[in-house]
């Protein structure tokens, strides 16, 4: 059984900075996708950003292109987000989701996400 649990939300002021991290159990991180996803009051929920734990590869929506950053740490099957740089706009409730083990496909394909954590608030003002 997947479970991912997801820490590190909080509050920033505009222009700040804030890390959420991801642990995943029940399974090894082993040529999966691990992405976040984010929700806003009011609105659906969006992709935001993806890695490829086999390669590294990653994948951003333009909206947090060039002021967020993930990355993953195989040995400790985590995937983190760094968050720079942020707007009122990302605030919404922030969720990690993988595709699970063995996945052939691209990480972009955000409908393949099959298991989710429980999200982390995310409140910039």
């Known amino acids: 059984h997947v479970q991912l649990v997801e820490s590190g939300g909080g509050s920033a002021q505009a222009g700040g900075s804030l890390k959420l991290s991801c642990v995943a159990s029940?399974?090894?991180?082993?040529?999966?996708?691990m992405g976040w996803f984010r929700q806003a009051p009011g609105k659906e929920r969006e992709p935001i950003a993806a890695?490829?734990?086999?390669?590294?590869?990653?994948y951003y929506a333009d909206s947090v292109k060039g002021r967020f950053t993930i990355s993953r740490d195989n040995a400790k099957n985590s995937v983190n987000l760094q968050m720079n740089s942020l707007k009122p706009e990302d605030t919404a409730i922030y969720y990690c989701?993988?595709?699970?083990?063995?996945?052939?496909?691209?990480?972009?394909?955000?409908?393949?996400?099959?298991?989710w954590g429980q999200g982390t608030q995310v409140t910039v003002s």
């Open positions: 989701a993988s595709t699970g083990p063995r996945y052939v496909g691209s990480c972009a394909e955000w409908t393949e996400y099959n298991d």
């Open positions: 029940g399974y090894s991180f082993s040529d999966d996708c």
């Open positions: 890695i490829s734990t086999g390669t590294g590869n990653t």
